[in-house]
């Protein structure tokens, strides 16, 4: 036993280097993601103004992936959500590597895909919040598989905390107590008491008689209020910790925080990337391209019956609830922070726990074989061709060492200040994080966050040794409100006597005299 | 004095109307068992007692009236000391001995055989003989010579094992460190009233939600072994009632004749051979009200009474502990009187011990009620059952922690039982005890997935009576197994030892600390709401926002924030777990009713502090539960 857990935490080690070291060298060749920034200037903000724990701890999506990156913040030589990606997925990695060397063969080749996959190895490198998505899904399927064999109130509690965790990864995510509510229903024929027999018998049984009947509607709706129970007693709780410190129970829904930290995350990632637009601008089907790419795998494990009608019953639920996701807003959910939902439930099937492994006719051997080299395959040209610039840029680093105009610009900006003297930084740090994040702590900077922020858009002078701002061809440009607030005083005439330190196509470092 | 003859025939074939095959299978069993005609008559379900003494008073004999006060031993009291077993069977009690006479009272003079034995055992011929009722001739011999047994069953931790022993609540090292403790507290108070206030108001929240945590993932660990059951259908099954052990069952009942005639019927349903089970159903010599009704009782029983010798405390374990001298069960479990158990739960408990190593000692069943939709207080005290029972324990199971062993329905290995020296008659959760003292006695307990239905408490105020009891009882088991942590600690290992503080310290320390929080907390609240302005309308000033400011000074907003998650939290977690317990068991309608728990709760916080009270002033006192208040069956 002890020598098993030896191996495991080993092997777990072993993977998840190799997925940070991974990223560490995906970085070198100009992959970054400004998730991963921006969480990590959560970290930074935390402790820099009075109340910045409170409202920085609490007003923060995906909050999982930040309270996870706060744990290994103390580790300085990379940004702490990369390193907590690599920790998951190894994670992930290691448990099927290890279950999948017990199996059978045509599940031992399986592995090929587990370790080559681009889309694992995306979660893991990526340093954004996909590898959580992943590991939920995953994780929500492999408890569904399990209760719907077992019924048992055991897996019904595990899946009822996990949405109950995720929730405050991600609202939406409430979305699955609906796709749960089917499987109750058909769960509900197999677990009455003293009926034996094919489904519809049972069916019929229960119908036709009143107390079978009461029993089993009793039965379901219980499933669902169990299973609901702890997530919307986490939002319960959320809400009322909002009421607590904001005074109000809907503060983290139009508070100024939450504002903040979904455009921030939001628009340097999608809307500087002309790409999306186009796919959608098409108003076509093509959407459903992508989701076929990375699709292959559940539908292998369709056809692949091994006799579980629920099974496949539940891959279906999987692939309809993916395609309404995508189909409901292109924009956000073209990503694979959905579709690999559909990669965790393939995962989920294959390493699901079969009672009886049957003896393997040859021809499925050398289909095994060549399966998993489709997969890796499509899943490549997914990620060739995604709308989502993350996923490409990893493509790109991979093929080719990157540079990225804006992202660049980012960073002079931050070498720029670093080799000023230490002050105070006026900034629109919700466009601004990145270039922030690096900086030594004897700067300090009045952003959204800051008690004298909006003093400091007012008399500059005052408040501000320098100043970071857009010019307009810069995207965000509109949104920037230090750049807003500049062209205020310049319309009163108010003249500020400045010296750029730094310009480029995008922004503008001013020192203040 | 009798000097006629009577014959078997004529009582009991005649009179009696017992078939000739039954007297052939009396008497069958008379030489199996090694039990006089009459005990197995009367104690195998053959003949009523209210039969029996109309059969005698027909044949127009003068039953013996005993004077129970003013027994005395005969001078070869020794003798039967040694005897008593023998004595009890025989059913016989020598009234007056000299060198050359011998007055006996007897209970079936239609066996010659018990009168030779008494004959054989005192080496004298007997004189006289009287008749007298069963039940008065072993009430005579246990008040009379049984006081040796009567002194083990009070004393017998107290003399083997001192340390283990209820019988001295606070030692004085405990003493001590309570004091100190408290001197501490009040210095620190006196020096640092702010941070003293915060400190122990932050360390009081911790305690309690980590208490309540901890309670909730052993739920979820329980929660595992639902999906494996430990004996199949199968192995049941394959059970031949050829090989089964005697089985002994203690029935400990004190003024409860009002479920007597349940019993019967409770017990007659088990799947276990009659003639192997050894049932005793165990009354205290001044329960005048269960001794009657069992002398009155006009249909067969199948358990044999065993009266109690007066003596304090009077508590159950000490009458169970009593019991033990009289029982000759490989296995032995303990039932209340008004338990259903699974009827094949004897023949489950076999299986499993069978498949277990010796290490184990104990198996303890699930306990759940079968009057849970009479009232409101039912129907939570269910729900909490369910979750202790179906959850909570297994989940100790799981994590091999010491198991507080439940009320009733925990079988031992016998000769386990008496090795570790029975129950503790001055603890009043003796079964919570037993459970530690196994621990730490390298033995182990588990859980078996088999129930026993129960009467649930329907009164208030019984139950306040009955929890009082447990969680002094729960107190009681941490003062003794704490009078030295670092030894406790060396016993049962580092797992066994967090298990202990917060399954047994954190179960009464959450009920004591939870009114004090709530408290404040709701005051806080309410100040915050402004409304103590309307009431103190004759004051201009805004009282709320005064008082505020005077308590946030020891009550600041963060801490606040940590009681109201605090609270928030544990409570929805106990719901929680109540609410799948119940789901489990598919009592769907009583889901809802978990969502009341917060305010059971702080009825356990009542008897937290009634429990507290008694168990500074009467630590031993056996706080009584009065049952069949029901007016439910299954």
Known sequence: MKKQSIIYAICWLLFSSAYFLLSLWLQSRGFYNLEAYFIEYKTVLISRYEEGFLRTFFFTKPIILFLGSLLISFIKQSQSTYILNAIIIGGLTNHLFLKGLKRKLSIKVFLIYVLLSPIIIYSGVSGGSTALYLIFYFVFFTLLFKYSKSYSVFHLTLLSLLLGVFVLFDLELLKFLLLLIPVFFFVNFSKAKGISGNFYYRASIIFSNGSQRRKFFTGFFSSIFIVAFIPLMTILIYLVINKIFAGSFLYFMDGVGDQWSSYSTLYPLLYEDNYIWNVIAENTRSFIIPLALVSCLIVFNLFDFEGSVAKNALILLGILYCFSEIAENRIDNLNLNVLSLITAIGLAVVFYNHDKEKVEKPFKIVLGFIIPFILIFLEVIYFKYSVNYNERLYYQSVIEKNDNEHFTSLKNLSSSLKDQEKGRVLVDDAIYFASLTDLNSEFTWEGHFSPNFLAAMQLPQIYADYIIVSKPAFLLYPNDVVAASLRRLEHFGISLDTEILYEDKFSMLLKVK | ?634
């Open chain 2, 1 to 634: 004095m009798e000097n006629r003859e009577y014959y078997r025939k004529s009582l009991f074939q005649e009179k009696g109307k017992l078939s000739q095959k039954k007297i052939y299978r009396v008497e069958e069993l008379e030489k199996s068992l090694n039990k006089s005609f009459l005990r197995i008559v009367l104690n195998y379900g053959y003949l009523s007692r209210r039969a029996w003494k109309n059969i005698l008073l027909e044949e127009g004999i003068e039953l013996y009236n005993f004077d129970f006060d003013n027994l005395v031993q005969i001078p070869k009291q020794e003798i039967i000391k040694e005897n008593l077993h023998k004595f009890l069977d025989a059913l016989a009690f020598p009234l007056v001995q000299t060198e050359d006479y011998l007055e006996i009272v007897i209970a079936d003079p239609s066996d010659s055989i018990n009168i030779n034995q008494v004959e054989g055992i005192l080496g004298q011929k007997v004189d006289k003989f009287h008749v007298a009722e069963d039940m008065d001739i072993l009430k005579a011999l246990h008040i009379t010579y049984g006081l040796d047994y009567l002194d083990k069953a009070v004393f017998g931790i107290y003399d083997s094992d001192r340390e283990s022993c209820a019988i001295e609540t606070f030692t004085k090292p405990q003493l001590i460190a309570i004091g100190l403790t408290l001197a501490v507290g009040v210095l620190f108070f006196y020096f640092f009233p702010i941070n003293t206030a915060i400190t122990l108001n932050l360390i009081l929240n911790f305690l309690l939600f980590f208490s309540i945590s901890f309670k909730f993932l052993l739920t979820l660990y329980g929660s595992k072994m639902e999906t494996a059951r430990k004996i199949s259908k199968a192995e049941l099954d394959a059970i031949d009632d050829d090989e089964l052990p005697f089985y002994t069952i203690l029935l400990p009942v004190f003024k409860e004749s009002e479920v007597i005639h349940k019993l019967v019927w409770n017990l007659k349903n088990l799947d276990y051979p009659l003639e192997k089970l050894d049932i005793k159903l165990l009354i205290e010599s001044d329960d005048a009200m269960t001794y009657n009704a069992v002398k009155e009782m006009d249909f067969p029983c199948v358990f044999e009474p065993l009266i109690i010798p007066y003596a304090q405390p009077k508590t159950k374990p000490k009458a169970c502990n009593y019991g033990l001298y009289f029982s000759k069960g490989k296995y032995l479990t303990i039932y209340d009187a008004e338990d259903i158990p699974d009827n094949n739960q004897l023949k489950m408990v076999y299986a499993l011990f069978k498949k277990i190593s010796d290490q184990y000692v104990v198996v303890q069943c699930a306990l759940n009620y079968f009057n849970k939709k009479e009232n409101l207080l039912t129907r939570l005290f269910t729900l909490e059952y369910s979750y202790w029972f179906d959850y909570m324990l297994p989940g100790l199971d799981n994590l091999d922690v010491p198991i507080p062993l439940g009320g009733t329905s925990n079988h031992f290995r016998f000769d386990k039982l008496m090795e570790l020296g029975g129950w503790d008659g001055f603890n009043v959760t003796e079964d919570a005890d037993l459970g530690l003292r196994a621990y730490a006695k390298s033995y182990k307990v588990t859980v078996l997935d088999s129930t026993t239905l129960e009467e649930a408490n329907n009164d208030f105020f019984n139950w306040i009576r009955q929890r009082s009891r447990w969680i002094k009882g729960y107190m009681q088991t941490y003062l003794v197994h704490m009078r030295n942590p670092i030894k406790l600690y060396k016993k049962i290992g580092l797992k066994g030892f967090f298990g202990f503080q917060f399954f047994i310290g954190g179960t009464f320390f959450t009920f004591l600390v939870y009114p004090i929080l709530l408290t404040f907390l709701v005051f806080i609240l309410f100040l915050h709401t402004g409304w103590l302005n309307y009431i103190v309308f004759w004051n201009d000033g805004d009282i709320s926002q005064g008082l505020l400011d005077s308590i946030s000074i020891f009550f600041p907003d963060w801490l606040v924030v940590v009681a109201i998650f605090n609270f928030t939290v544990g409570n929805l977690m106990m719901i929680y777990v109540n609410m799948i317990a119940v789901f489990r068991r598919r009592s769907y309608p009583l889901i809802l009713y978990a969502l009341v728990n917060p305010f059971y709760w702080l009825m356990h916080s009542i008897s937290a502090y009634k429990g507290l009270i008694q168990l500074i002033t009467k630590p031993f006192y056996w706080e009584k539960t009065n049952h069949g208040l029901t007016k439910g069956s299954k």
